[in-house]
């Protein structure tokens, strides 16, 4: 959710802190900054939290308990007025599950005109395109509390008695629809459509897209505003079904009160009526079931500090409800906490402590080691799979992980994300072999000569009995102990140095031998070619030595390699013939 | 002589992983990489058709009609459940494992990677033992300079929840490390637990994360690649 710092501002008397400030403010007490500017804000709002914070003014509450500066005013807990009922326009709702409360606002005579500076700076700011005053207004009012809300042009909707009659109701099998961007839907059955239910015609999707039948123009005299709440699960269904995940699905799948619709009417209906003049005929309101008030949630002092661990005094507790302006009793050493309706996450002990503990700010809390427990801990069958690769290690194996994913198998996906290996090995055969047809080749990079790879993998396989651990070796390994616990096993320990990169490129082996003097020491032999050959070279082995009329043979095996490319064999010759006529140089005789 | 092979740098991380939190009382245990939908998720207070079940890009299996939905386990969580209805409260353990995500693979992202996850319950578990056991492993594991820094975060089946970030003092940096929290009340009586006798905290941190921080692997698709060049591209030492 992007906010705009001078959006934010508006919330707020004195002059907020830079960027810099406000984003370490939210990030220790509230949520992620996923991008910050000197005037916005990209804020990685928390799912529990995405009822109540994807708007500004969540973002300023939150703001204005971490700061501990009260909002100017808070447009939620404002009184939302009452309208007259307008005799034309009906509304029914098919499914009270699906949709729990359609507002439908009928307002005469606006002008549409493009949207004052203000208003297109500030939508800008956030990302969004100005369209024109009727459309800002409705997106201005859901940036700004979380309301999302939707203007149907009414001279596009049929009357009958002079009255225009909307119908929230599921789609019918194939049923197709238009939405604003001009995409045409077949709507899977039982996605939720507000139509109109004169001709039956779609004229949105409910809760994701308006549809093109009833656009808003330049030539729009007379609207209906929608501000309604339709179920998260159904909103959440349509959107996946239909691939179309819009601001408004956003904000319906994480449920907010029913109760927001009537404060983004009373904004939005204030809002247009200042940018488009117009005269308010009335508002309809299909509210079937009121949601139950907030049930108080209770914490005792001690239970807080139970969970959180620190001694919070009850004084530092009830100053975090305050900031967060909520409304709390103390009795005795108890706070109970009656959360206002936007705030849908609060229902349990937790919760409350959740948030005295993320605005007093996590680094208040001490941290300290559980105490030691007697006896030692079950790792018996960890050690025992352990003990084995131990034994592995020690006759020469290397430890391969491979993937689970294979060409076919018994269990098998229905999503998989490489379509050639849908299903789960069955075995650990076939990686085996692909890894062993590697190591064999890269065996001169990381084996001495002589020395050929045994490799093993230990990994779960899937078969029709179910999963089951499986040891694979890729030659016979004498003495393997069994799979079993093994409680008194303490498995090897290991320091690795820094990763040292390898090269995807191919790699060139030569061997070179020669005579030396008895007595010449290899390790400098070794050292002195390292350095004639240059950084190419990643690998150097001696094989052979053998002494024959005073003198001694050695032979040694060079690996060659780059980071950057394929080596060539005639750049390779070059470093040889380098290596060799040193080596003569030297005074040793190349065989 | 036979030349000796080498672990896997998974297996290396893991044992000392085991072996720090061996020593402050945690068993090791496994589960099952193929869970069911009841584990995997609704145990953990994910219900289906909820948005934050958008946090984890799911394998899901080809089942029958009528048959349990089953998915590849897309954490390591469900050992939670499992455990707890298995053996009750109090208890410590640590279980690493391989996890399961459908989502792009790219230098940080691979559809399959280990996690380990970690379960400390009892009368009088706290956010600050949570604190404290994090601190002290990322000392013994990074280093003596690591300090631990938690930031507010949401998973369903932790009440508070946190971010756990983890202090450089070499590259002077934080980086994030891990999730955790204290166990939900839900997920503990899901497991049948006792949730107002007991209270614990959870955590679950990557395994390839954490080797790549302390060994400067810059991609994670070269572990479970089954090139053995990767085994040899570290100096090591037994201690």
């Known amino acids: 959710m992007k906010v705009s710092l001078k959006w934010l501002q508006e ?83 098919e499914d009270e599950k699906k949709c729990l409360r359609y507002m439908g606002a009928v307002i005469r005579d606006v002008k549409v005109r493009p949207s004052p500076p203000w208003l297109r700076e500030a939508l800008e700011a956030v990302g969004q ?142 809002l247009i009526k200042e940018l488009a003049g117009g005269e308010l005929v009335g508002v309809a309101d299909a509210y079937p079931t009121h949601p139950k008030e907030s049930a108080p949630v209770s914490a005792s002092l001690a239970k807080v500090n139970s969970v959180l661990g620190p001694s919070f005094s009850k004084e530092e507790v009830e100053d975090v409800l305050k900031r967060l302006s909520l409304s709390y009793m103390i009795v005795n050493d108890t706070f109970t906490v009656t959360p206002p309706f936007e705030r849908t996450d609060i229902s349990i002990p937790e919760d409350l402590i959740e948030e005295v503990g993320r605005i007093i700010g996590y680094d208040k809390i001490p941290a300290t080691e559980l105490p030691p427990l007697s006896g030692t801990p079950d790792q018996a ?134 005579w030396v003097p008895a007595g ?70 190349v065989r | 002589m036979t030349q000796e092979g080498r672990l896997h740098p998974i297996t290396i991380a893991i044992r000392e992983m085991a072996d720090i939190f061996g020593r402050m009382g945690f068993g090791v245990v496994q589960g099952p990489e193929q869970e069911t939908e009841h584990y995997n998720f609704d145990a953990l207070n994910i219900p289906a058709d909820h948005p934050s079940r958008d946090m984890w890009d799911t394998f899901w299996v080809k089942t029958k009609p009528g048959e349990e939905r089953k998915v590849l386990r897309t954490h390591t969580s469900p050992m939670q459940i499992r455990w707890l209805e298995a053996r009750g409260a109090p208890t410590r353990i640590i279980v690493p494992g391989k996890v399961f995500r459908n989502e792009a693979t790219d230098a940080t992202h691979e559809a399959q990677f280990y996690q380990l996850e970690g379960l400390a319950v009892d009368t009088n578990v706290t956010l600050a033992h949570l604190k404290g056991t994090l601190e002290r492993f990322c000392k013994e594991y990074f280093g003596s300079d690591a300090k631990v820094r938690l930031r507010p975060s949401y998973f369903p089946f932790t009440e508070p929840s946190v971010e756990v970030d983890v202090w450089f003092a070499a590259q002077g940096k934080w980086l994030e490390v891990m999730g955790a929290g204290m166990v939900h009340p839900k997920v503990l009586e899901n497991a049948g637990v006792d949730a107002k006798k007991y209270q614990g905290f959870a955590f679950g941190l990557g395994v390839e994360r954490f080797a790549m921080i302390k060994y400067g692997i810059p991609d994670v698709r070269l572990f479970h690649s089954g090139d053995i060049r990767f085994n040899y591209a570290f100096d090591k030492k037994k201690v």
């Open chain 1, 381 to 514: 069958r960890y050690r025992g799979i352990e003990k084995v690769k131990d034994h592995l290690v020690e006759q020469g194996f290397t430890e391969i992980s491979t993937q689970s994913f294979a060409k076919k198998g018994d269990v098998v996906l229905a999503n998989p994300l490489d379509k050639a290996k849908p299903a789960l090995r069955t075995n650990l055969d076939e990686n085996m072999k692909e890894a062993m047809v590697r190591a064999k080749y890269v065996a001169p990079v990381v084996l001495p000569p002589g020395v050929k790879p045994k490799l093993f993998e230990i990994g779960t396989v899937f078969t029709k009995d179910g999963e089951h651990m499986e040891i694979k070796t890729s030659e016979p390994a004498p003495d393997l102990p069994e799979l079993k616990d093994a409680p008194d096993y303490s498995p090897a320990q290991y320091e690795l140095g820094a990763y040292k990169p390898f090269s995807v490129y191919p790699f060139i082996v030569r061997d070179i031998a020669f």
């Open chain 1, 129 to 270: 395109r100005s369209i024109n005053n009727i459309v800002d207004a409705t997106n201005y009012v859901m940036l700004n509390i979380g309301q999302p809300l939707h203007a149907f042009d009414a001279g596009k909707l049929p009357q009958k008695d002079g009255a225009y009659a909307i119908m929230v109701r599921g789609a019918r099998e194939d049923e197709q629809m238009t939405t604003l961007s001009n995409e045409e839907f077949t709507m899977p059955e039982g996605v939720l459509l507000i139509t109109d239910a004169h001709t039956g015609a779609g004229i949105g999707i409910a809760g994701i897209k308006g549809g093109k039948a009833a656009e808003v123009t330049v030539a729009t005299t007379d609207l209906i505003i929608e501000s309604a709440n339709f179920d998260g699960t159904s909103v959440r269904r349509a959107t996946q079904a239909l691939k179309l995940f819009t601001d408004a699905s956003v904000r319906f799948q994480n449920r907010p009160s029913p109760e927001l619709c009537a404060y983004g009417m009373r904004d939005v209906i204030a």
């Open chain 1, 520 to 589: 010449t020491d290899v390790g400098r032999t070794m050292s002195y070619i390292r350095e004639q050959a240059g950084e190419l070279l990643v690998r150097v082995d001696q094989f052979d030595r053998f002494e024959k009329g005073g003198k001694v043979s050695l032979a040694f095996r060079l690996v060659f390699e780059s980071m950057e490319r394929t080596l060539t064999d005639s750049e390779v010759n070059g470093i040889m013939e380098r290596v060799s006529e040193a080596l003569k140089k030297a005074g040793f005789e």
């Open chain 1, 11 to 93: 919330y707020f008397d004195a002059p907020l802190p830079d960027a810099t400030t406000l984003s370490d403010a939210l990030t220790f007490h509230a949520f992620e900054i996923e991008e910050a500017t000197r005037t916005m804000l990209d804020v990685k709002v928390l799912p529990n939290r995405s009822a109540d914070c994807l708007c500004h003014r969540g973002i300023a509450s939150e703001l204005s308990a971490i700061l501990d500066r009260p909002l100017k005013s808070d447009p939620l807990r404002e009184d939302v007025g009452t309208y007259d009922v307008p005799t034309s326009l009906t509304v029914e709702i």
